[in-house]
């Protein structure tokens, strides 16, 4: 895999693509490596212009680049979820995580014990219970 | 006529048009006129894990759209036609009736030349835009709701960028 630094300058390796519209990846990584100086684990993809084949061929580079096996993205409906699901397609070692948010990655960052794609599952269950409503109706509600 | 958007859109089911036009349209269905798409049940699967639940989308290559448009048409659900090439969409113009275009991305390829940050286009496909508009067809570029629609002179012209 490709090694990244963190913010406190010691080599990390990539573990996983981030993905999505806007400037939404580089964004998510920032606040990861602000939080966690763990940043350098994810490698943010952004992809403004660009037609489907060629963001299907910008993810797929960075896959081959860094080695890594997980990708997360924004959107269900994404073009770069969209993407992910074709490069992905037959593969049995690679996952896809789409509807990422911050605890997910925050999450991900810190199993490091374990392969980036148990690592990536593990995760995106702890980004899908992270999500709390609270307000009028009283109390905490996990969504 | 419950087609409200006729769209031409490289990336054709994405976010932009599952919710940026779907949610303040209320679109309840898409129907995505692709040959190569028609033909392929994987593809199919693809785009239609794309939309929500209570979106259906309807595959059909381009001469079943032109046979059954006009029933999509009576359907009382707010609808968005979805092509993603010029040509497609020509075709529905010139045997199904389409008076209005929604240029929402046409991305960078070879050959292409950029007239908006989501609209690039060749020679042949400038040309095809200005036959159909000179037909009486609508076009303008919108790449979601919020933003201005841009007519076709000032994306040719330059006007726009």
Known sequence: MSDGQSAGGAKVEARAIVAGHGDFASGLVSAVDVITGRGAQLIPVAVPGLCAEDIEKLIRERMVESGVKVIFTDLQAGSCTMAARRILRGADDAVLIAGVNLPTLLDFV????MA?????????????????????????KHA | MTLVL?????R??????????????DVRFILLVDDGVAASEWEQELYRMGAPPEMDVYFLNVSAAIDELPRYRADSRHGILLTGDIGTMRRLVEEAGIS????GGIHHRAGRTQRLRYVFLNEDEETALRELAARGVAITAQDVPGARPIPLDDILSGVAR
């Open chain 1, 110 to 113: 810190f199993a490091e014990q």
């Open chain 1, 116 to 140: 980036p794609v148990d690592a990536a599952r593990h995760s995106a269950e702890r980004g899908r219970a992270a999500i709390t409503v609270a307000g009028a109706a009283g109390g905490v």
């Open chain 2, 6 to 10: 006729n769209r031409i859109d490289d």
């Open chain 2, 12 to 25: 054709l089911i994405h976010g932009q048009v599952v919710v940026g036009w779907g949610q303040p349209l």
């Open chain 2, 100 to 103: 209005t275009i929604n240029l």
